[in-house]
């Protein structure tokens, strides 16, 4: 990985999360890491730090591997989940496979960590990757039925537009058409707003049109795929990114849904 791995260890024994450190940086892993051993701190931990991989052991004082597996899932999250314990039969370990745990391994074989976390690491993005395509095409089912039943093209190019950007989490979506008499892109009327403060860059694109490779409306069109900037007004001089800086495009998460 290119960051150190971050795993959440559920284990009452700093000892023995020491030693489950330990085989991991043997097997070359840079760690990012928090023990906790509560239902509590593991609801707090979930909520301030994304986890690559949960770690548990299966029976502690106040806490155990099936109770957290269970946080887990009620949590939403979907993260590999494997218990590490110093005695398991092999009947709790088929049970609490088929309860959601990912692997098991004993404590006496540490070896094994390394590899079942590298595995699951591969099947959780194996996981994400099918869910954001089964995302991908309903909302490009979504689209297709509304921009069918659309009466013109501004209002199938809005809908497109409203759809995309409630599903991504965009503030500002405006469309772009190729004028028909010039090789330029023109503001279309079709947008979506969905954050106060955004009329003013709205008003002062109606009537622009840009020529390839100018601007960002010409960087997508001349290179035939989306342009993605954290902040729209870098690099740029221009009115449009004076006008994007006054009403906010440029202040983290705000810039990017007008960076397209």
């Given at each position: 990985?290119?960051?150190?791995?971050?795993?959440?260890?559920?284990?009452?024994?700093?000892?023995?999360?020491?030693?489950?450190?330990?085989?991991?940086?043997r097997?070359?892993?840079?760690?990012?890491?928090?023990?906790v051993?509560?239902p509590?701190?593991?609801?707090?931990?979930l909520?301030k730090?994304?986890w690559?991989?949960?770690?548990?052991?299966?029976?502690?004082?106040?806490?155990?591997?099936?109770?957290?597996?269970?946080?887990?899932?009620?949590?939403g999250?979907?993260?590999p989940?494997i218990?590490?314990?110093g005695?398991?039969?092999?009947?709790?370990?088929v049970?609490?496979?088929?309860?959601?745990?990912?692997?098991?391994?004993?404590?006496?074989?540490?070896?094994?960590?390394a590899?079942?976390?590298?595995?699951?690491l591969?099947?959780?993005?194996?996981?994400?990757?099918?869910?954001?395509?089964?995302?991908e095409?309903?909302?490009?089912?979504?689209?297709?039925?509304?921009v069918?039943e659309?009466?013109?093209?501004?209002?199938?190019?809005?809908?497109?537009?409203?759809k995309?950007?409630?599903?991504?989490?965009?503030?500002l979506?405006?469309?772009?058409?190729?004028?028909?008499?010039?090789?330029?892109?023109q503001?279309?009327?079709?947008?979506?707003?969905?954050?106060?403060?955004?009329?003013?860059?709205?008003?002062?694109?109606?009537?622009l049109?840009?020529?390839p490779?100018?601007e960002?409306?010409?960087?997508?069109?001349?290179?035939?795929?989306?342009?993605?900037?954290?902040?729209?007004?870098?690099?740029?001089?221009?009115?449009?990114?004076?006008i994007?800086?006054?009403?906010?495009?440029?202040?983290?998460?705000?810039?990017?849904?007008?960076?397209?």
């Amino acid at each position: 990985m290119d960051r150190p791995l971050r795993i959440l260890i559920i284990e009452d024994s700093e000892e023995d999360a020491e030693l489950l450190l330990l085989a991991l940086r043997r097997a070359g892993y840079e760690l990012l890491y928090e023990r906790v051993e509560t239902p509590a701190a593991m609801e707090a931990a979930l909520a301030k730090q994304a986890w690559d991989v949960i770690v548990s052991d299966y029976t502690m004082p106040n806490f155990s591997g099936p109770a957290a597996l269970r946080q887990l899932k009620e949590s939403g999250r979907d993260l590999p989940f494997i218990i590490v314990s110093g005695n398991i039969g092999e009947e709790t370990a088929v049970e609490t496979m088929r309860l959601g745990a990912h692997d098991y391994i004993l404590k006496g074989n540490l070896t094994r960590l390394a590899p079942a976390i590298e595995r699951e690491l591969r099947e959780a993005q194996i996981r994400c990757r099918r869910k954001q395509a089964e995302e991908e095409t309903r909302l490009l089912q979504s689209i297709t039925l509304a921009v069918s039943e659309a009466k013109d093209l501004r209002s199938a190019l809005e809908v497109a537009l409203r759809k995309v950007g409630e599903a991504s989490g965009w503030i500002l979506g405006q469309a772009w058409v190729p004028r028909s008499d010039v090789a330029l892109l023109q503001c279309s009327p079709a947008v979506f707003i969905c954050a106060p403060g955004l009329e003013n860059f709205r008003k002062w694109n109606e009537g622009l049109s840009f020529a390839p490779g100018v601007e960002i409306p010409g960087y997508a069109w001349s290179g035939k795929k989306p342009v993605w900037l954290r902040d729209i007004t870098t690099g740029s001089d221009s009115p449009r990114a004076q006008i994007a800086r006054e009403v906010g495009l440029n202040r983290g998460g705000n810039s990017g849904p007008g960076g397209r």
